[in-house]
């Protein structure tokens, strides 16, 4: 089974902080997705990456960054955390036929 | 602009009953439409559906494409606590020969009471 790794379950950071997080894929998959999940507003995709060092902004991009140095890593930054960044971010990754796989999400608290 | 949408919102039913849940679309470049159930944490994937008219199953679980209508429907018969979740609907579009991003719904909202 694929499996798609996100390094954190819950983080809390301040307001302008800087925000890594870290999406890890094992099957040599090309395609990899950051999404933002938030109620009442579904899934919302912020970037896409169709290769390495590739990127693609996707609705949301404002205030985030990403960085695909290697294929099986896809990283999502947000340069100044700002308070209505807190919301649950969900990597996920695609490369065959067959539907997309997700991360277990990291739930974000920006204070 | 590209858009998928699920009705109803939120449902609730009782165990045992069957349930139906929509998803319709409007989009470009379609390539295939997917549910996923979402509990508590990450989506997990129930179907991939590209041909209209053809019905994939697993369980209690069903769903059909309807191409002329952009639209499917999930079913869920003899429904237990355990299906209670939010059921998401998305359309995969094409980009350039390589998988597209996913457009979600806002997703339907399931209880399912004892």
């Known amino acids: 089974d694929v499996k798609v790794t996100q390094s954190s379950r819950y983080l809390v950071k301040r307001t302008g902080e800087k925000v890594f997080l870290e999406c890890v894929q094992d099957m040599d998959h090309e395609n990899m997705f950051w999404y933002r999940q938030d109620p009442g507003l579904g899934l919302r995709l912020i970037y896409f990456s169709y290769d390495v060092k590739m990127k693609e902004k996707g609705d949301i991009p404002e205030g985030y960054s990403v960085s695909r140095e290697k294929k099986e890593r896809f990283s999502l930054i947000l340069e100044s955390a700002s308070t209505n960044q807190t919301s649950m971010y969900l990597c996920?990754?695609?490369?065959?036929?067959?539907?997309?796989?997700f991360g277990s999400g990291t739930r974000l608290t920006v204070v | 602009e590209d858009k998928v949408v699920q009705s109803p919102l939120s449902l609730v039913v009782h165990e045992g009953d069957t349930v139906t849940l929509n998803c319709s679309y409007e989009?470009?470049?379609?390539?295939?439409l997917l549910w996923y159930k979402q509990e508590k944490k990450a989506p997990t994937f129930l179907f991939m559906l590209t041909s209209s008219g053809i019905e994939k199953k697993s369980g209690r679980l069903s769903s059909i494409l309807d191409k002329k209508e952009l639209s499917s429907i999930l079913n869920i018969t003899a429904t237990q606590t355990g299906d209670s979740a939010i059921y998401l609907c998305?359309?995969?579009?094409?980009?350039?020969?390589?998988?597209?991003?996913?457009?979600f719904g806002k997703g339907t909202k399931l209880s399912v009471k004892p």
């Open positions: 998305a359309n995969a579009l094409h980009y350039g020969g390589s998988q597209g991003n996913l457009i």
């Open positions: 996920a990754s695609t490369g065959g036929s067959g539907g997309y796989t």
């Open positions: 989009v470009t470049n379609f390539r295939s």
